[in-house]
Structures are given as structure tokens and as C-alpha cells.
């Protein structure tokens, strides 16, 4: 089952039309060349949206799924992680992406006793995935965020991992790192990081109908825990080609 889009579609509504209805098996060589270096791709399982500077071109559903059913982004909520940091930077809530992760967890620190190498971690080695916690995803699915989703306090568990290797030496893929982060954001901006998020990205973008996967004690998990429209996806990927500008300007965060 597919469903199509037969309009060239503003992201913020149809406009005129353009490529008639076609069905999944289409020879994308029949197009015409869109200029590759400025088109926005948001793609998954049950969805398909080609958009070109704020017009949709392409929209297809796959599975039952339609364009009023959110998505789970899974780990592309990395990428809205790191817009969510440029903002707190932007804001000064953050330094740098060089401040230690030590520095916003003090008293864990204290508590667990964290060693040289630990306190040595920074933001910038959550956003890369060198941060040097043990566990590596594309190992062991349950040494890193599966592990985490039993933990009764989330943050606490990802904070505490012991650490095997020096920050910024060797890339690992740990979800939980994200978590880490999300707290970091919450202790910074003194609000829910969901919060932070409708009111300094979503809002101004016109994305109204968000869901979050949250830890117990409810902060949104920035590893893999967005729901959003694929409409909406897009939006932040031209949020990413257009270098931060929104409707040729640069959306007020604050």
C-alpha cells in the first residue's frame, strides 16, 4: 500500500501542482534533475519526502502509514541533540562544547568518585560519540541505551558508566551519551529539555505535534526518542541546508 502526493507542496501548505501520482516501483531516472545540493531527504520504512527550497516534490507512505501519523526518528534525534546545543550556545546558557561534563554533574562526580578521564569529557565527546563509556551499540545492543530503558533514573545510569578509553580517542556508538546530554541541557536552561525544544526550535518552525520518549523521570531521551511528522522531519533538514536560517531569516531563539 502506497500513498501519494500528487501537489508541489509548501512545507507550509499546497501550492501548485507538480508530479502526478506514482507508485513505488517508479524509475527515478524518469524525473527531472532537481539539483541534488539542494534538496531535503527525509526518508524511513513508511515514508518518503523529497523537498526542494520549502516546496515538497515528492511525499509517498508505505504500510498503512499516512501523513498525519508521526514517525520514530530513531537516531536522527542525534541531530536535533546537536541544533538544541547550538541553541544553548547561541543563548549562553553553554560556554562551549569543550566544558566538561563534570562540571554540570558535580555532585555525582564527588559521589562516584570519577577518575581523570572522566572528568577530562566534554560535550563535544557525547555529540561525536568519543566520549570513552564503555558499551559500543553496534556490539552489544543491550550494553548501551537497552540497558538504560530498566534503569529507574536514566541520567544517572549513563553517567555512571565506567569509562575504558580516553575522551576524543576512539569513536564507540553509545545512545546513552545522549542522555547525559539531555540532562546537561535540563541543568543549563533550568527546563525540561522538551520544553527547550518546542520553544527555541519546534515553535518557531511551526511544528506543533511532537512525542517524546521519556526516562522515568521525565526528560526526553535525545539518543532515539523523537516522533515527528515526515513533513515536519523536512523542515529541520532545510533548517540544516539553509545554515540555521528559517524563512530567510534566523529563527528567534531567545
Not at 16 to 29: C, V
Not at 205 to 228: H, M, N
Request: with cysteine; charged share 20%.
Amino acid at each position: 500500500m502506497v500513498s501519494h502526493s500528487g501537489l508541489r507542496t509548501g512545507l507550509f501548505g499546497p501550492s501548485t501542482p507538480a508530479f502526478s501520482a506514482r507508485s513505488s516501483t517508479t524509475n527515478l531516472k524518469s524525473r527531472p534533475p532537481l539539483g541534488r545540493k539542494s534538496l531535503v531527504l527525509a526518508c524511513g520504512q513508511t515514508y518518503q519526502t523529497v523537498s526542494k527550497k520549502g516546496t515538497l516534490l515528492v511525499e509517498e507512505y508505505f504500510y498503512g502509514f499516512d501523513r498525519t501519523r508521526k514517525h520514530q526518528l530513531q537516531s536522527v534525534t542525534k541531530s536535533v541533540a546537536s541544533i538544541l546545543t547550538g541553541i544553548a550556545l547561541q543563548q549562553g546558557l553553554l560556554s562551549s562544547v569543550d566544558e566538561s561534563v563534570a562540571s554540570f554533574y558535580p555532585e555525582l562526580a564527588a559521589e562516584q568518585d570519577w577518575d581523570d578521564r572522566k572528568r577530562r569529557m566534554t560535550i563535544k565527546h557525547l555529540l561525536t560519540m568519543t566520549s570513552g563509556f564503555e558499551g559500543n551499540a553496534w556490539r552489544d545492543k543491550n550494553a548501551t541505551a537497552s540497558a538504560m530503558y530498566a534503569s529507574p533514573d536514566w541520567i544517572k545510569f549513563a553517567v555512571s558508566r565506567s569509562v575504558v578509553a580516553e575522551p576524543g580517542r576512539r569513536f564507540a556508538y553509545n545512545g546513552a551519551c545522549l542522555m547525559v546530554l539531555s540532562g546537561i541541557l535540563e541543568r543549563a536552561s533550568e527546563m525540561p529539555v522538551q520544553d527547550f525544544a518546542a520553544q527555541y526550535l519546534f515553535t518557531p518552525l511551526g511544528i506543533e505535534d511532537v512525542t517524546w520518549r521519556k526516562s522515568p523521570s521525565g526528560s526526553a531521551y535525545l539518543g532515539a526518542g523523537l516522533w515527528l511528522k515526515p513533513r515536519d522531519l523536512a523542515k529541520i533538514g532545510q533548517l540544516f541546508l539553509n545554515k540555521g536560517h528559517w524563512q530567510n531569516q534566523l529563527p528567534n531563539h531567545g
